[in-house]
Every structure is written in C-alpha cells, then in structure tokens.
C-alpha cells in the first residue's frame, strides 16, 4: 500500500498552544505527567510512531539503545512550532509530520512501537484513529497510550458530560466524558493490559494501557 495519503484539514489553535505551553512548566506536569511520560515512552523500540505529538514533551525520554528513530505526528500548526523546537534536543532522531491520526500518511505494519499521551480527548473520530494506528503497527507491534478518561462513578460521569460542551470549546476539542479503554479494544487490539489513577483529581481519571496488534 502506499506510504502517503492525504491529511484532511488540519489548523492552529494559536491561544489553546500557548495555555498548554505555559501549564507545562508547571508543578502538575513536573509531579504527575513527568513521571507517567518517562515510564510509558522509555517503552518504545525500534521505529516509533508518536501520535499527536502536541508540544513535544515526550521527546526528551526516548531511550537511544531501544529506538531506532521516531515519526511524530501534530494536526496543530501551533503546537508543532513548540514540538520542532524540542526536536532538536530530543536524544533520537524526529521527523515532524502535520496530519491527524484519522489519515496516517505512512505503509501498512510499519512500526514497532505506536506512543500516544493526551492525544485521544481531541481526536475528531477515536475509533478511525485507532484503526489507523493498528494499520501501521507490525504484527505484534505495540501501543503505549495515556489517558483522561471516563469517569466510573456515575455522578461524576454526569458532570464530565455536563462541562464537556465547554472544554472542547475552549481547550482544544478536549473531551472529559470519551471511555479510550473501551475503544481501544474496539479497534481490534490484543493482549490489553490498563491501570487507572486519578492523579489530578475524580473528574480526570487517568488510563494507562498496553497493548499489540
């Protein structure tokens, strides 16, 4: 199959990029995603996929003894001005590709490792994001994803669903209410494994998952 296909529109959310970016400096990603990010990217081997790649923060924690390279992906004009900027520090070798998981421009079973952080709350459509990423991982190739998801407590689901209207207004296209576990395992993903914290409180549990094609 063809390595490129053509990425639907893709464009900047210029004042969301430059929020996200100052947050990042701050105590909550130092104490909580820091921590997570380090341990699920120092998984990846090989030739890596990183999807929505947003700002780059992930970059600094690839291990060069495990990964070959890396193909990161950003549908945000403005985030990838931070995220190129990260590259060139990043201890492997990134390249930059503008597109939404939606329309992946790379081969079938191409990568070894698939990485994944914050991404699926903002994806126009998560199953079709999720098949694409099987579509480009090899045969026993590897998802490592993080989270915000769901809420298992009922009420709390309410008032994910209640503010929902909001956030994706103003942060992004961010969805609090979307369940990524159970669409992971609707695109076709095996060998699942999960863990749940709710490090910045019940109304943003966090999902950890593992998974292979």
């Keep these: 199959m063809s390595q490129h296909r053509t990425p639907t529109s893709t464009r900047g959310h210029r004042f969301f990029a430059s929020f996200y970016e100052r947050i990042s400096q701050g105590k909550a990603e130092k104490q909580y995603m820091e921590p997570i990010r380090k341990e699920l990217v120092g998984q990846a081997k090989g030739l890596v996929l990183e999807v929505g790649a947003g700002n780059g923060l992930n970059f600094a924690y690839y291990n060069p003894a495990l990964v070959e390279r890396v193909e990161a992906t950003e549908p945000d004009s403005a985030m990838l001005r931070y995220a190129r900027t990260r590259a060139t520090a990043a201890p492997v070798p990134i390249k930059l590709t503008q ?9 079938d079973e191409y990568f ?18 999720l098949q694409e990423i099987r579509r480009v991982l090899k045969p026993g190739g590897q998802l490592l994803l993080v989270e915000h998801v769901r809420a298992r407590v009922p ?6 669903d209640l503010i929902t209207p909001l956030t994706r207004l103003f942060l992004g296209n961010c969805h609090w209410n979307r369940n ?12 699942i494994t999960r863990e749940r914290s709710m490090p910045v409180g019940e109304l943003m549990p966090l999902v950890t998952i593992q998974a292979s094609r």
């Design 99 to 107: 597109t939404p998981v939606e329309q992946l421009p790379f081969a």
């Design 155 to 160: 009420f709390n689901a309410f008032i994910q």
């Design 112 to 129: 070894d490792s698939v990485v994944c952080t914050l991404v699926f709350c903002s994806v126009n459509d998560p199953l079709k994001g």
């Design 180 to 191: 990524t576990e159970q669409t992971v395992q609707a695109a076709g993903f095996q060998e």
